[in-house]
């Protein structure tokens, strides 16, 4: 059951990773398709700003995950040297417990902008429900890689894996 699970959560992770980067190139091309049309046309992209503001905040909040899973997030390496399995004890537990916390706060948000139905307030009028709930998935697999995370370090397992093994993984 375990590593049915831990192979689940690292390929929901994987993907929401890929889409995570697939955004931030959404990102770059619709703004640069903006910046094009306005001095080309004379035609502006209304939308194109706060999408890229709703979609970059969704990225971040999509790649923690596998980021925490490829052992990308920052770490005091002063720390982990002098005590390595207590220190990745109690970060891994602080992790957790903020994680969870924010989990739960973006979905209560959800929620709640999603029975309001509290839009953006701007010209395109963009239901807020759908940002906030690709950011609270995010931090909701965040705590899920926390948890299995947890459960690694007790069983003195690897918590990392690689991303990738081809040349350009570092």
């Known amino acids: ?16 990773a890929w889409i995570s980067g697939g955004l931030i190139f959404l990102i770059a091309f619709l703004q640069l398709f903006e910046i ?8 502006s ?3 194109v700003w706060e999408f890229a503001a709703y979609m970059h905040i969704a990225a ?21 040297t002098v005590m390595p399995r207590v ?7 602080g992790g ?3 994680s969870g916390y924010l989990s739960f706060a973006l979905i209560q948000l959800a929620w709640n902008w999603g029975a309001t139905g509290r839009t953006s307030g701007t010209v395109d009028d963009i239901p807020l429900v759908i940002p906030i709930s690709f950011v609270a998935f995010g931090a ?3 705590t899920v890689q926390l948890c299995l ?3 690694h370090i007790l069983l003195g397992t690897p918590t990392e894996i690689q991303w990738s093994s081809g040349p350009s993984a570092e």
């Open 36 to 43: 094009l049309l306005r001095n080309v046309a004379n035609i």
């Open 1 to 16: 059951m375990w590593p049915r699970l831990y192979k689940s959560t690292d390929a929901v992770s994987r993907v929401l």
């Open 87 to 93: 220190f990745q004890l109690m970060s891994t537990l």
């Open 149 to 151: 995370r947890l459960f």
């Open 60 to 80: 971040i909040f999509l790649g923690l995950s596998m980021t925490l899973r490829t052992g990308g997030h920052i770490q005091v390496t002063l720390l982990a």
């Open 96 to 98: 957790l417990l903020f």
């Open 140 to 142: 909701v697999m965040l």
């Open 45 to 47: 992209l209304s939308f």
